[in-house]
Structures are given as structure tokens and as C-alpha cells.
């Protein structure tokens, strides 16, 4: 009894973890509180404790920014996570021919990856770049009548993100699906060629159900991301051309940093952290009357 | 599955069918239409991947006047290292004409330190919840791993505040902090996922020869925890060094680091926009973390992969 009551208060297992009581309490609980806090004040500059009640979510609400922004990240959000999946997945399918080269194909599709978003905003800034890049390279090869300039358009702009954002994230989905592949076992596909099944069926049927898990691990990789976009709007669009790429993660911060507005800010951040909070409430659920029936 | 089993599974299975084929030597490779199309894809897709670097590295190897000419896809005509030079020494943001060079030094003084405390951290971190588990620690760790898909921007603000409380805000320190407390949900998980694969009876053992929390860490767990270390430390060299939203808020402009001090020279919009020379600091931030991707090669790809797995 004694032992068992030692092993729970452990003295330096306590101590030892002190950063990470500090950081999960301190940062994540306080932190978010107080964030939440604010959201329900006037502060400007400073947080006060004048309390408003929902004032600053009826003025967000009300902003045009804000709503192009909420607008923009579930475009820039569907779009990209759809087509990198996509793309991620055809990537996989095919290293998964027994090709040669394929260490060399795997380092060139993944290596944007290892790069900052601001290096990949700014590359294709300039590739899109219409005095620069393409159109400019084009017109010159003599195809004068060519138009393409998708930055410096509002309505085209948000899939010039898509594309920056596919370039840099699809190798990593590529990786995760294409190990997911690879352990499927060998077995189940000669099973199904000796059934006479065509390639393309048992794809969509038997392997990629199986790889549940792996399609999972890329889609929640994909959504934190999404969520986080911040990096490469600043470096390729910063936010523009006018209002017409922001996206929340930029909006919050212009908010408590030039605008110095950190009632409404706390606003737009908390409305950032509820879908969040309903996802994994969600999954938490799930996951807790699984394993509830699993002990059952 | 993990990078490395994968390289294990791979000859093996391609071993029955060489022996199966008869003559010796190379199997002869069918040339199908569907195989031509195979690689076609392969093939652009990977053009779709290099073209942006090779314009980057081609241009900024031009000087000024070629480039106004237009020809993007063309090899240098008279390759010049000027514009590398001015980048890394004399760029401008603003007034101030030091190039990327102060970035760079500034990168190394964040990430170095941040990489190193929040490794130590999430590694007793990881050490404990496994091994040690007092009540409450997986509600801790769980609020722990919450912390990993929580937007930045709902504990950006409440950190200024509490930073520069203690007055480390927009300074060394202070950057370093914050790298430590968002490298430590994802690191902590590594960790912990690791130690839990080790078998229990190593630690009973060294209990009942007496040994205690910090002995069995030390003496025990870290010399068998190379390889988690190293996928750790390449997560996190490349995460720090590719950050750009806590440089910005958090160190201050005299710390500011590489990623920051490149966008503010590329965007700054006052005079003749140097491409070349703003393609060659922007090659020169990437050179770090790229240099770890293909020095690392397979690890990297676990530490995504180890990185993404959740719970």
C-alpha cells in the first residue's frame, strides 16, 4: 500500500516535469483563459477588465476583413487539403510501382518541405511575378498574348496560395501515404489479382480503406497547418492584393500589433480556437467510447 | 512503419522473383504504355518541384541587366557570385545595410539553445510519464498534447504579456522560452512513445538494484535514447529555424532572426527590387535546414512521420 502510494507522489518525477506542469497549465490553461478573458473586455492596447459582454465578437463579426478572412480559410482550406491529398495520394501510388530512382523522386518531392513557408511565399512570388516570372518568360519566347498573373488579381490570388501550399506540403502526405502503402500486405494484392480485380478497384477498395490510419495521420497534419497559415500569406501576398487573402492567423495578429485592438483580436483568436475545440471534443468522444466498448 | 523497415522489406521481396526469372543478369524491363506513363507523371511532377529553385538559383547568379532582359529559364550568361556576396553582406532593410549575415548569427543563438533545453525537457518529460506516472500526469500530458493543435495566435498575446511581466519580452531569452514551450507538446510525445517501447523490466530491474528518478535517467534511459534524439534534434533544427511568426513577435529587431530579416529585405519597398540578390538570401535562409534534410535523408522523413502520429 505504501509502495503503491510512493510511486504516485513521486518527489523528483515531480519536480523533474515542472516545465511541462508549467507549460500545460501556465501556458495552455492560463494562457487560453486569459485570452478568453480579454475577448469579453475593451482592451486596446493593454488588457483592461472592463468588461463588454459580446460587444467585440459583434463588432468582428461585422468587420469586412474579418469575414474575407473566415471566407478565405475555408477556401484556401478545402482546396488545398482536397488537392494535396489528391496529389499526395497519386505521388504514393506511383513511387509504389517499384520505379527507379525512387530515393531520387522521394528527396525532390519531399525537400520544400525542410524549407520556411517564407522561402516558399517568396519563391512563388517571383515565379508568378508577371514583370518576372512566367508571363514575362513566355511573352519573351513569343507568345505575346500569354496572361498569367494570378497575385496581382483579388480573385485569383487565394489559388496562388494553393498552389505554394501544395508545393510545399505534398511530399509530406506523399511520405505518410506511400508508408502506408507499403504496409499493406503483399498478400492481399495477388489475392486480388488472382481474382481477377483490376488494379484501380482494389485501390480504391481494399488498400486505401485499409490505410485508414495513414490517411488520417496526413489529414490532421494538413488541418493544423491550414489552421496555422500565417508564414506564407505574409511572405507572398502580405495579405493582398487589398484585403482579398488574409486569413485569420493574420488577422489576429494585425490586430494586437498595428491595429492595437487586443479586445477584438482575443475575439478572432478564441472564434480560431472553437472549431478546433469541437474537433477534438469530437474525436475525444470517439475515441473514449471505443475504448469503452473495447473494455466492455 | 518506420523509413528504416521499409529499406528492410524492399530487397526481399524482390529476391524470389530474380531467382524465379531463370537466366542471370537483369530482369528485362517491359516498356508498357502504362510504365511510359508511369514516369511521365513522375517526371513532371518532379519539374513542378525543381523548376522554382533551378529560376532561383539561375537568376541569382545574373546579373541586374540580364535579368531585365526576361529570359527566366536561361543559364547565366556571365555567372556572377556579386549578388551572393552583397546578400549575405550588404542587403538593406530599411536603413540598415548589413545583409543576411546578423540573421544568420541570430538563428544560430536561437536555435542552438532552444533546440538543446527543449530536447532536455521533453526528454525527462517523456521519461517520467512513462515510467514515473504520479496522479494527474496524464491529465497534465494531455493537456500537453492539446497544446500541439492550438492556433499560436490564442496564447500569442497572454505570452507578451506574461514575457514582458518578467521582462523577457523581445529579447534572447525570451524567443527561447517560447520555442521550448511549443517544441515540447510534439517532442514530449516522441519522447514518451519511445521510452514506452523500452521494456519495463530494464526499469524494474534498476529499481530493485536501488537505483532512483534522476540515476535510472542518466545512467539508463538517455544512453538508450540516441536515435529519438536525433530525429528531435532534426525536427526541431528545422522547425526553429524556419520560424518566422514567434522571430518576429518575440526576439526583438536586434535578434531577429534569418527568415525575418529575408522577408523584410525581399518586401521592403523602397528602391529597385535587386532579384538577384534577393534570390541568393533566400537560398542562403533555406541552405540550413536543407543541408539537414539531405545530410538526414531517411531520419527526417520518420521524424515527420513520428511528429504526426498522434496519441
Known amino acids: 500500500m505504501q509502495k503503491s502510494w510512493r510511486r504516485r507522489f513521486h518527489l523528483p518525477a515531480v519536480i523533474g516535469t515542472i516545465p511541462m506542469i508549467l507549460v500545460a497549465v501556465g501556458v495552455f490553461v492560463i494562457g487560453i483563459g486569459f485570452s478568453v478573458l480579454w475577448s469579453f473586455t475593451s482592451s486596446k492596447l493593454f488588457p483592461t477588465y472592463d468588461f463588454v459582454g459580446l460587444a467585440q465578437y459583434r463588432r468582428l463579426w461585422s468587420d469586412s476583413r474579418w469575414l474575407v478572412s473566415v471566407n478565405n480559410i475555408w477556401f484556401f482550406g478545402l482546396m488545398s487539403i482536397t488537392c494535396n491529398m489528391v496529389f499526395g495520394y497519386l505521388l504514393a501510388v506511383f513511387m509504389d510501382q517499384r520505379i527507379r530512382q525512387e530515393d531520387l523522386f522521394r528527396s525532390i518531392f519531399l525537400y520544400p518541405f525542410a524549407m520556411s513557408l517564407i522561402v516558399t511565399g517568396l519563391v512563388w512570388q517571383w515565379v508568378l511575378d508577371p514583370n518576372l516570372g512566367l508571363q514575362a518568360a513566355l511573352r519573351n519566347l513569343g507568345w505575346s498574348s500569354f496572361s498569367f498573373a494570378p497575385l496581382v488579381d483579388a480573385d485569383t490570388a487565394l489559388y496562388a496560395l494553393v498552389v505554394a501550399g501544395i508545393w510545399q506540403g505534398s511530399g509530406v502526405t506523399m511520405a505518410i501515404l506511400l508508408a502506408g502503402l507499403r504496409g499493406v500486405d503483399e498478400e492481399i494484392w495477388k489475392a486480388a489479382r488472382v481474382d481477377g480485380i483490376p488494379t484501380w478497384r482494389t485501390h480504391m477498395s481494399i488498400v486505401a480503406p485499409m490505410m485508414k490510419g495513414a490517411f488520417a495521420t496526413a489529414f490532421v497534419l494538413q488541418c493544423v497547418s491550414v489552421v496555422r497559415v500565417y508564414d506564407l500569406v505574409i511572405a507572398m501576398t502580405g495579405g493582398g492584393p487589398g484585403i482579398a487573402t488574409s486569413m485569420p492567423a493574420v488577422y489576429v495578429i494585425q490586430l494586437i500589433t498595428v491595429r492595437q485592438n487586443v479586445g477584438q483580436g482575443m475575439a478572432a483568436a478564441t472564434m480560431m480556437l472553437l472549431p478546433v475545440l469541437v474537433v477534438l471534443a469530437f474525436s475525444g468522444i470517439l475515441l473514449w467510447r471505443r475504448n469503452r466498448e473495447a473494455s466492455a | ?311
Request: proline share 7%; aromatic share 14%; charged share 10%.
Open chain 2, 1 to 311: 512503419m518506420t523509413a528504416g523497415q521499409i529499406t528492410a522489406i524492399q530487397p526481399a521481396q524482390e529476391a524470389p522473383d530474380q531467382a524465379g526469372v531463370g537466366p542471370l543478369g537483369p530482369k528485362p524491363r517491359r516498356i508498357s504504355a502504362g510504365r511510359i506513363g508511369l514516369y511521365a507523371f513522375l517526371i513532371v511532377a518532379a519539374l513542378f518541384f525543381l523548376i522554382p529553385v533551378y529560376i532561383m538559383i539561375v537568376t541569382s547568379l545574373k546579373g541586374m541587366p540580364e535579368i531585365r532582359l526576361g529570359h527566366l529559364f536561361n543559364l547565366p550568361g556571365e555567372p556572377t557570385f556579386q549578388p551572393w556576396a552583397d546578400a549575405w553582406l550588404h542587403a538593406c532593410t530599411g536603413r540598415d545595410c548589413n545583409g543576411l549575415s546578423p540573421g544568420f548569427y541570430n538563428s544560430v543563438k536561437i536555435t542552438v539553445p532552444s533546440v538543446v533545453i527543449s530536447i532536455i525537457c521533453a526528454s525527462i518529460n517523456g521519461y517520467a510519464l512513462t515510467f514515473w506516472p504520479y496522479k494527474g500526469a496524464n491529465f497534465l500530458f494531455g493537456l500537453l498534447v492539446f497544446g500541439a493543435f492550438v492556433p499560436y495566435q490564442v496564447v500569442i498575446y497572454p505570452l507578451i504579456i506574461g514575457l514582458s511581466s518578467v521582462g523577457l519580452f523581445a529579447s534572447l531569452p525570451g524567443i527561447i522560452i517560447v520555442h521550448t514551450i511549443f517544441g515540447m507538446p510534439i517532442l514530449t510525445l516522441l519522447f514518451r512513445n519511445f521510452y514506452a517501447a523500452i521494456p519495463v523490466e530494464l526499469f524494474k530491474a534498476a529499481r530493485v538494484d536501488g537505483a532512483g528518478f534522476w540515476r535510472i535517467f542518466f545512467h539508463i534511459m538517455l544512453p538508450m535514447s540516441l536515435p529519438i534524439t536525433v530525429v528531435a534534434v532534426i525536427l526541431q533544427v528545422t522547425g526553429i529555424w524556419n520560424d518566422f511568426l514567434f522571430g518576429i513577435v518575440f526576439a526583438g529587431r536586434p535578434n531577429w532572426p534569418m527568415t525575418v530579416q529575408l522577408n523584410n529585405i525581399v518586401n521592403t519597398t523602397t528602391g529597385v527590387r535587386e532579384y538577384n540578390v534577393n534570390m541568393a538570401a533566400t537560398i542562403l535562409t533555406a541552405a540550413v535546414p536543407l543541408l539537414i534534410y539531405f545530410i538526414s535523408g531517411r531520419w527526417f522523413v520518420r521524424g515527420i512521420a513520428a511528429g504526426a502520429v498522434k496519441g
